[in-house]
């Protein structure tokens, strides 16, 4: 399949570490289906810019230092969901742990990576609408992307 929609995309979450950065360190985790997401946002590596200008010749850029992204989904609010408890928990821990996350698209393709939660505001809009939570998941590793099966 070379496209496909979002529809079917799962994130799950693990407060252990991988043994190695890589597919089989995240695999051999176990994680929680973070249930009721709607949307998971735009997420993944970006580069800084780094530019010098001579005097004499064209600009020069390079890539500098990589930021990883972040996740920023809209989930509705499901107390009894383990993965959203789990989520909060991550939020709420004051300490620099990281938590190890896992999307995993319709295809099976899966995106693997390690991070801090810096929050997980809820909002209340109105009487026809959905408790939700819009948690600030910034991606702390290089994440680990990994092919669909064939």
Request: hydrophobic share 35%.
């Amino acid at each position: 399949m070379t496209s496909q929609t979002a529809a079917g995309t799962t994130l799950a979450i693990s407060a252990a570490a991988p043994a190695t950065q890589d597919k089989a360190g995240y695999a051999a985790l176990s994680y929680l289906v973070i249930g009721q997401v709607e949307k998971l946002g735009t997420f993944g590596t970006s580069f800084a810019k780094v530019e010098f200008q001579p005097m004499k010749g064209g600009k020069q850029k390079y890539k500098g230092s990589p930021d990883y992204g972040a996740v920023s989904p809209t989930i509705a609010l499901d107390s009894a969901d383990a993965g959203q408890t789990l989520l909060q928990t991550s939020g709420d821990d004051e300490s620099q742990k990281l938590y190890s996350f896992a999307v995993t698209y319709q295809d099976g393709a899966m995106r693997y990576f390690q991070g801090r939660t810096f929050g997980m505001p809820e909002t209340a809009d109105g009487a026809d609408t959905m408790l939700t939570a819009a948690p600030a998941i910034e991606i702390c590793t290089k994440p680990v992307k990994v092919p669909a099966p064939a």
